[in-house]
């Protein structure tokens, strides 16, 4: 009956887990926690890089429809501006084999509506307020095309805003061209924060 009684409780202790296999078993628990903590942490960086670039491509695109909508619907288009002050004009650009003189890059662009308001679209650069930002100014109103708060136009601001204006002939209608690029505006050096797309669009105006 000893015999007996001291074989069960040594079965009793085998059944138990070995200082081995519960090492196995933590391993196994903290590999497979580093692969979901990493795939988590991998589907929030690319989420949070794909709403930065859509913030950015959201503000770009809003403020090219804006102006080309009023553009293009305006009265009259009275010209563009180096500094964003008289004289308005555009860049005569004579035509082919004629060499071709490089393009002008203005500050400035100034239209009439139909009700007799002038309207001017501006790269703002620092004596501007609030700065890096693209504005539309009226006799009724004046702001922003972009949200400042999210999005800026990087420095220099003339290299990354800038509007161009030609026609073959002073009597032609005008070919304007609107350029600039937007950078998300956070200060964090995370990279998922970070974009910055380029914009670009030509409009042919009616007058």
């Known amino acids: 009956m000893k015999s007996s009684k001291f074989k069960v409780q040594s079965s009793k202790f085998n059944s138990g887990f070995t200082l081995v296999e519960l090492l196995v078993v933590v391993s196994i628990i903290v590999s497979v926690t580093t692969i979901v903590v990493g795939t988590i942490t991998s589907v929030f960086r690319g989420t949070n890089k794909t709403n930065t670039i859509n ?4 503000n770009g695109n809003y403020a090219i429809s804006q102006m080309t909508k009023m553009i293009k619907f ?6 563009a501006s180096i500094d964003g002050n008289p004289p308005w004009n555009c860049q005569i650009m004579p035509p082919l084999p004629t060499p071709a003189p490089a393009l002008v890059n203005y500050k400035s662009l100034r239209i009439t509506s139909f009700d007799g308001g002038v309207t001017t679209f501006s790269c703002n650069d620092s004596v501007d307020i609030p700065a890096q930002t693209i504005a539309s100014r009226s006799a009724s109103s004046n702001e922003t095309l972009i949200d400042t708060t999210t999005v800026a136009l990087p420095t ?3 290299t990354f805003c800038f509007f161009t204006c030609i026609k073959e002939r002073i009597t032609d209608s005008p070919q304007v061209g609107i350029n ?3 950078n998300s505006n956070s200060i964090s050096g995370i990279v998922e924060r970070q974009a910055s ?3 670009s669009i030509s409009i042919k105006v009616r007058n």
Not at 55 to 58: L, P, S
Not at 74 to 79: L, Q, V
């Open 197 to 199: 797309i380029p914009f």
């Open 74 to 79: 305006a009265k009259s288009f009275d010209g």
């Open 55 to 58: 913030t950015v491509r959201e």
């Open 180 to 182: 600039f690029t937007l």
């Open 156 to 158: 220099p601001i003339p």
